[in-house]
């Protein structure tokens, strides 16, 4: 009776030992299949004088994310003459760009088969000059005097935009563990300018808007750290 007793005492502790083991070596596994860090690039912002590059953390948990990012804005001066095409639809006024910007998103993962499909929530805040023709005073020397001449002349807004925005979106592997990442969603904006100066508020995409926005975008990237 003895014997029979030791045995099934052994029986459960080796069977104990054995899921341990399994819960263990399952939990290592998810933790090496799931990467730590991405990052990203947004290839179209290049269109409009911008480059985007997000860093993103794995927290707590493979569905908990955040985010930090910065783009930096640059477009050359151009003469009063020349046209410059941009994606999002800016007008034709704009000589000249420079910039950055800064933003910090949470990002949730939706469970279950939806996983891919994620929302976010995000702050940003941007500082902007703009070139653009626009007639205004200028200085000139003749014979030693000092004149103002009013005329068409190179102008430069400067733009502070702070924002909040919500999105939605859909992270997919392309090859390895390269991912393929394309999101949109709405948000509020509040820009601060020179009022004496273009506003540049014609749309709900321009520089210069105050209120309700939508964005969203395509980034490509490479995740790591397993």
């Known amino acids: ?33 799931t990467p730590k860090y991405t ?13 985007r590059l997000d860093f993103e953390r794995q927290l707590h948990h493979p569905h908990h994310w955040l985010q930090l990012g910065i783009t930096g804005y640059h477009l050359p001066e151009i003469s009063a003459e020349e046209d410059r095409v941009h994606f999002a639809g800016y007008d034709n006024e ?8 800064i933003h910090g998103s949470y990002k949730l993962f939706l469970p279950s ?28 020397i003749d014979d030693g005097m000092k004149y103002y001449e009013y005329s ?8 502070n935009r702070m924002g909040i925005n919500a999105f939605i979106g859909f992270q ?13 969603g709405i948000g509020y904006a509040v820009s601060l300018y020179d009022k ?3 506003h540049f508020d014609t749309s709900i995409l321009d520089y210069g808007h105050n209120g309700i926005t ?13």
Do not use: C
């Open 152 to 159: 068409t002349i190179m102008q430069s807004q400067k733009f």
């Open 172 to 184: 997919s592997p392309l090859i390895k563990n390269i991912f393929l990442d394309f999101y949109a």
């Open 214 to 226: 939508i964005g969203g975008g395509v980034r490509i990237g490479v995740a790591f750290g397993k």
């Open 39 to 51: 990052l990203a690039v947004q290839p179209f912002v290049l269109s409009n004088g911008g480059l």
């Open 113 to 140: 088969t939806w996983e891919s499909f994620y929302t976010m929530g995000n702050l940003s805040y941007t500082f902007q000059q703009v070139k653009y023709m626009d007639t205004g005073y200028h200085s000139f």
């Open 94 to 101: 704009i000589k000249g760009l420079k910039g950055v910007g």
């Open 196 to 198: 004496n100066k273009k």
């Open 1 to 33: 009776m003895k014997k029979i007793l030791s045995g099934i005492m052994l029986l459960i502790l080796s069977s104990s030992i054995t899921n341990r083991l399994q819960a263990q070596n399952i939990s290592i596994s998810q933790e090496g299949i």
